[in-house]
């Protein structure tokens, strides 16, 4: 009984070490997208000097909507903007400099013409 004691003590207390640090923290700021354009959509984020792993969200279909946390030691972003199969149009990857509010896009369109706009968050 006491060694199964023991064995949860150490299992718990190896759960408390290694939770994330708080360098890793979310900032409770986001970069989201809603898809309403007739394509499959891929974002992904390189984060600058953040503790947090570049990211990517894949094949995004019309009418989803998703988000990622901005990381509260992220210094700056560069986000890519994927449409599947696009044949024109310019390219859609927002360019966001300030971290310190959230930002929201709507991609609409078709894969020869896509479009990107602000919208509220």
Known sequence: MAYGAAALSLAL???VMT???ASAAG?????GFTNNGWFLVD???HW???ATS??????????TDWRVEIPDDAKGVRVEVTVAAQIGG????????????SHCYELSGYTFNPKITDKGC
């Not at 900032?27 to 970069?31: C, D």
């Open 13 to 15: 207390g190896g759960a």
């Open 19 to 21: 939770a994330p640090s």
């Open 27 to 31: 900032s409770g700021k986001s970069i």
């Open 43 to 45: 974002t992904c984020y």
């Open 48 to 50: 600058k000097n953040s």
């Open 54 to 63: 570049d990211s990517c969200d894949y094949a995004k279909p019309k009418g």
């Open 90 to 101: 310019g390219n859609v990857s927002p360019q966001i400099s300030d971290l310190s509010k």
